[in-house]
């Protein structure tokens, strides 16, 4: 079966570092994947993807994370550095089949995923 998993959250004062993996298993490696978070009472918000032409972050996150992958592992990973309290959010794995991640409003839209990870706690404390 399929599926996303994700592993490396936990808790982090602030200005600290965490990395976070997502292993792929069960299908072949999607050319669209990258990582969404959500925070409580907010909605899920795409933070960094990468696809078969480019690599995007969303501007709270730019310059701070860093996206990457080992194809030969099937690892997305994200890197986190300077975290802020604002970063306090379950972060998800996720894939969409087409070369090109579907955008909305120039980021990766939610509604276009096709697969998902159970996310993992990330906690920045200030």
Same mark, same amino acid.
């Given at each position: !079966?399929?599926?996303?998993?994700e592993s490396g959250g936990g808790s982090v004062?602030?200005?600290? +570092? ?10 072949? &490696?999607?050319?669209?994947?990258? &990582?969404?978070? !959500?925070?409580?009472? %907010? ?9 078969? +032409?480019?690599?995007?972050y969303a501007d709270s996150v730019k310059g701070?994370?860093?996206?990457? %992958? ?8 994200? !890197?986190?550095? +300077?975290? %802020?309290?604002?970063? /306090? ?14 955008? #909305?409003?120039?980021?990766w839209s939610a509604s276009y995923v096709e %697969? &998902?990870?159970?996310? /993992? !706690? #990330? /906690?920045?404390?200030?």
């Amino acid at each position: !079966q399929a599926q996303l998993a994700e592993s490396g959250g936990g808790s982090v004062q602030a200005g600290g +570092s965490l990395r976070l993996s997502c292993a792929a298993s069960g299908y072949s &490696w999607m050319s669209c994947m990258g &990582w969404f978070r !959500q925070a409580p009472g %907010k909605e899920r918000e795409g933070i960094a993807f990468i696809d078969l +032409s480019s690599t995007t972050y969303a501007d709270s996150v730019k310059g701070r994370f860093t996206i990457s %992958k080992d194809n030969a592992e099937n690892i997305l990973y994200l !890197q986190m550095n +300077s975290l %802020k309290a604002e970063d /306090t959010a379950i972060y998800y794995c996720a894939a969409e089949s087409a070369a090109a991640c579907t955008r #909305v409003g120039g980021m990766w839209s939610a509604s276009y995923v096709e %697969k &998902w990870g159970r996310g /993992t !706690q #990330v /906690t920045v404390s200030s």
